[in-house]
């Protein structure tokens, strides 16, 4: 098959992304193995005001095992991602291919592969207990907390 | 269950209330907060239980305030209050079992305050493949039904069938079967054709919560009518040696070819269209070389 023909092939939605859970104790190759096999998927970019039902909502509630929303360790609150455990791989794939970009009270939400739920992961990471990139942004976001952890000191 | 519960803006002005707005203690009053309820953060509750246990943390806090407002002492408030909060834990309805093999029970989704997030059986949804066999020209029945307890409400099922004798939990080889309604379906008389895995999908306002499969074999021997075909072919056999001399070869023309019903298969009109334009090209290559032997006269 030609290249420009396998362009017609390609499912832009399915290739993984740069993406990587940089806590994932083991190798790359294995960590891509489990992405492509994965039913999990890593909702990010959301309102600090999304809930599980609205993203239930989203979801036309169907497809869905289980709803994990990521919360801030100390607060306890959602601070913007979630994971999305779907029954299987090709419901995963109908939710990457129509979801994506979608808008979700007022934030283009982004989808990613994930290996699966863990324990202990829907918390931030970041120093203040939300995430990482809420940690340094220095503009104004009502839907994410404000002002970033850095310019808040 | 307290950082579940209840927001920080809400513990942070509770504690406000009992030491003051800046005071020194304001730490440690939150610390105290957490320390209190620590016994129930490996709680687990039934998901449906949440509000009533939300609706319990509210009154608490308000419980708080008021108690703050009356100069009370958070190192008594506190303990009182998680203990009573316990009583109220131990009194709500458990998180049912879950039954297996498969299905999404949601009377079995838990909710775990250690993590605050909620999570349902580790089941599949996809049931194992139950085999029917019937004979031929019997009547096979599948019951679509789970052994767990399904909702009172807004139950539909929708049955599909993977023809050919596939035996597979593949949703892409099956084909709707509109005419199958309900819990219930059967096929009589059996036949042959009909051999291969009917799927029943329950769904609850288009939630799915089990796929079950039934994969049917039909066995018996073959119809009467097949057997004297059979015997028919084997005396034509017999019979054809022996009178193939007396058969004339058939030379249809043209027309008769044409007039067939099958005559306009595709590969027939394509070979039509070539000698169409073959014939079209000669005549344009005739008329040129004419015109050339023509002009070179002049």
């Not at chain 1, 098959?1 to 859970?21: Q, T």
């Not at chain 1, 990613?112 to 104004?140: A, H, L, M, N, T």
């Not at chain 2, 803006?9 to 309820?37: D, H, N």
């Not at chain 2, 408030?77 to 203990?83: G, K, R, V």
């Amino acid at each position: 098959m030609s290249k420009d023909l396998k362009i017609l092939c390609k499912d832009p939605a399915l290739e993984l992304s740069c993406y990587r859970d940089h806590q994932f104790s083991g190798r790359k190759f294995q960590q891509e193995k489990l992405l492509k096999e994965s039913s999990t998927l890593n909702m990010g970019n959301l309102s600090f005001y999304t809930t599980e039902e609205k993203i239930h909502e989203l979801f036309s509630r169907s497809d869905i095992r289980n709803i994990f929303m990521g919360l801030d360790k100390i607060k306890k609150t959602a601070c913007g991602f979630c994971f999305v455990e779907c029954h299987n791989r090709a419901d995963a794939e109908n939710a990457m291919r129509f979801l994506t970009g979608t808008c979700l009270d007022e934030w283009i939400i982004c989808t990613d592969w994930d290996v699966g739920f863990r324990e202990g992961q829907q918390y931030g990471r970041g120093k203040s207990g939300g995430q990482v990139r809420d940690e340094f942004r220095e503009d104004f976001h009502s839907g994410r907390g404000g002002f970033g952890r850095q310019t808040q000191i | 269950c307290l950082l579940c519960f209840t927001t920080y803006s809400e513990r942070l002005r509770i504690c406000q209330m009992f030491v003051g707005m800046r005071s020194p203690k304001l730490e440690e009053c939150e610390e105290a907060f957490t320390a209190a309820f620590q016994g129930l953060s490996d709680t687990e509750i039934n998901y449906d239980e949440r509000s009533h246990l939300h609706d319990t943390f509210t009154q608490m806090t308000h419980a708080l305030q008021e108690l703050a407002a009356a100069q009370g002492s958070f190192e008594v408030a506190f303990p009182d209050a998680a203990e009573k909060m316990k009583k109220v834990i131990t009194q709500l309805k458990e998180a049912q079992a879950c039954i297996p093999p498969c299905g999404l029970q949601e009377f079995a989704r838990r909710f775990l305050c250690s993590g605050c997030y909620s999570r349902v059986c580790d089941l599949p949804l996809d049931c194992p493949v139950q085999d029917v066999t019937v004979t031929r020209g019997d009547q096979a029945m599948f019951s679509c039904i789970v052994n767990f307890q399904l909702p009172k409400e807004e139950i539909t099922y929708s049955w599909k069938f993977a023809g050919g004798g596939l035996r597979t939990q593949d949703l892409s080889y099956f084909r709707d079967m509109p005419r199958a309604e309900g819990y219930l379906a059967r096929i009589r008389p059996a036949q042959l054709t009909h051999r291969g895995t009917f799927s029943c999908v329950i769904k609850q306002d288009q939630r799915p919560l089990a796929r079950l499969y039934f994969f049917l074999n039909v066995t018996g021997p073959p119809p009467r009518a097949e057997t004297e075909l059979q015997a028919s072919f084997r005396e034509v056999l017999r019979w054809a040696p022996r009178d193939a001399e007396l058969i004339e070869p058939w030379r249809p023309s043209l027309g008769e070819l044409l007039a067939r019903p099958e005559a306009l298969t595709p590969s027939n009109l394509f070979l039509l269209a070539v000698l169409g334009a073959l014939a079209s090209a000669s005549a344009t290559v005739l008329a040129w070389m004419f015109f050339r032997w023509y002009c070179s006269g002049n």
